[in-house]
């Protein structure tokens, strides 16, 4: 019989590791540790509700900002391209009124002056809001195919904006002072347009023509904007 019952403990498997740990916890488990561990795991729980809350807190502030971002970024660029479509209406009529007058004009046999672009009170159409916007960090509240078409279209605004300088440097150190003597300094004898002004007024076209398509294109691109979600 003591045979039987050594070989049952023998084949009994030893406790494992946790079971251990177990057992040893539950025997220094006295009523003042218990109230211990008690004390401690409310403090961890105060402590991680506080820390959510905080966090929760701050997500709630950083949405509040990023709205109320998101709301003046999309109303600096609808005011922006705003003032571009009028600016292009109004240089296109102006221009219009011009080139009508100087057909008619060499029509009649007249040496006239050529018609001349300039920005009243700049140095290039306005390229408006765009860098500021990237540089404050406002433009990250665009969704990603607005902010690729915007930055598209401001880039081409930049390259009209350097085209018109080229222009306007010419229309400061040829045009304007030979514009001062009269009209007759911009022909040849045989009544023709001298090569340098009449590619001069072939600019002025490019670039008006130019800025008709940016126009459009920031109407498009207003349309879509107002049409973002904030």
């Known amino acids: 019989m003591a045979a039987r019952k050594s070989r049952t403990r023998e084949a009994e498997p030893p406790l494992g590791l946790h079971r251990r740990l177990l057992a040893a916890a539950g025997a220094m488990a006295t009523p003042r540790r218990r109230r211990l561990w008690k004390w ?3 403090e961890l729980a105060i402590v991680f509700l506080g820390v959510s809350l905080a966090s929760l807190a701050d997500d709630y502030r950083q949405h509040r900002s990023d709205a109320a971002l998101g709301r003046q970024v999309v109303a600096a660029l609808d005011r922006s391209l705003a003032r571009l479509e009028t600016h292009e209406r109004l240089l296109s009529r102006r221009m219009a009124v011009d080139m009508a007058r100087f057909e008619a004009d060499r029509k009649r046999g007249l040496r006239p002056i050529p018609p001349l672009y300039r920005e009243d009170m700049a140095e290039r159409p306005p390229t408006l809001v765009w860098e500021a916007l990237v540089e404050t960090g406002g433009a990250r509240v ?3 195919d607005i902010l ?6 401001f880039n081409r605004m930049d390259g009209l904006g350097e085209r018109y300088i080229r222009y306007n440097q010419f229309t400061e150190q ?3 002072p030979l514009a001062r003597q009269g009209g007759a300094g911009f022909y040849e004898p045989n009544g023709a347009l001298k090569p340098q002004f009449s590619e001069h007024l072939e600019r002025m076209n490019e670039i008006v023509l130019m800025e008709k398509s940016m126009a459009a294109e920031g109407a498009s691109l207003r349309r879509a904007i107002a049409a973002m979600e904030i």
Request: glycine share 0%.
């Open 148 to 153: 690729f078409e915007a930055a598209i279209f």
């Open 142 to 144: 665009l969704s990603p």
């Open 174 to 176: 040829v045009f304007l």
């Open 40 to 42: 401690l795991l409310a």
